[in-house]
């Protein structure tokens, strides 16, 4: 996995659809299926297997458990996103401290958010066996395939992308050894 990192990358998986705004409020329909958690060397993925108010529940209990017993800093690639959803699922603030997502300059000279996708590529990590190929969007879909079927492929498919995730956001971090420092007013919140 490469050097051990001091904290703990976090990278969820959602159902659901972006509301109009800005900041938090972006968030508010959007819900975790499942929540991967990269500390010491360890991957842990929580997931839910059905969309009934218990399958959240247990979801929302078994995050809040591993949020308290997990190492800070928070890492996340576009933490303003961890953090939206959290907020509004936990119905708390969870403060990421720093995120793996930089600016970069396009051939035009304009500033814009790098992704992913792009990043993984020009840095030369390997996929990790991500089906979705950091194509994220694809998740829903799965979710979608996996309630109408049962076809636990589809619920496998995005545990392997959230496992893919957490590692390409390791081998991120131990490449390039940079990240933002996170400014926890940009959500719109104060806490």
Known sequence: MGEKIDGTIIDIETIGEFC?????????????????????????????????????????????????RVKRPFYAFNAEFEMGVLHWFLGRSVKFDRDLMLKTVTACGNQVWESKRVLVKCLGIQNFDDPFWDLGYKVPDSWQRYQATGDKKFLEDIVLHNRACLLKEHAILNTRKRWREIQHDQMGDDS
Do not use: H, M
């Open 20 to 68: 109009e705004g800005f900041g938090v409020e972006r968030y508010k329909q959007v819900r975790p299926i499942t929540a991967g958690f990269l500390c010491d060397s360890t991957i842990e993925i929580l997931y839910i297997t059905g969309e009934a108010a218990n399958d959240f529940r247990r979801l929302k209990n078994a995050v809040e458990s591993k949020l308290v």
